[in-house]
């Protein structure tokens, strides 16, 4: 059974930080891109950034320097590190795996407020 499960949302003030996990289980894990999307409340779903299966990693440029994507093929694991934090960063964060076959988690909450 595949299973994409995130976890690390709350609440931060801005300019904090807030690192997410997505622990993955049932897919050959080190075969498939990781990416994270978000989807801020009334707007469509947005893709924030990517590691394909060699490492490599994307961002898109509303949060290049501020976000680190990393991933783990032993546990399976993707990150994603959240810094310098900005309200407009509020949304559900998903994580999403994909290679011939796609993959969604249920998200995480990510709230920027003071």
């Known amino acids: 059974q595949v299973q994409l499960v995130e976890s690390g949302g709350g609440l931060v003030q801005p300019g904090g930080s807030l690192r997410l996990s997505c622990a993955a289980s049932?897919?050959?894990?080190?075969?498939?891109?990781m990416r994270w999307f978000r989807q801020a409340p009334g707007k469509e779903r947005e893709w924030v950034a990517a590691s394909n299966s060699g490492g490599v990693t994307t961002y898109a440029e509303s949060v290049k320097g501020r976000f680190t994507i990393s991933r783990d093929n032993v546990k399976n694991m993707v990150y994603l590190q959240m810094n310098s934090l900005k309200p407009e960063d509020t949304a559900i964060y998903y994580c999403?795996?994909?290679?011939?076959?796609?993959?969604w988690g249920q998200g995480t909450q990510v709230t920027v407020s003071s």
């Open positions: 999403n795996a994909l290679s011939w076959t796609e993959y």
């Open positions: 049932g897919f050959r894990f080190s075969n498939y891109a």
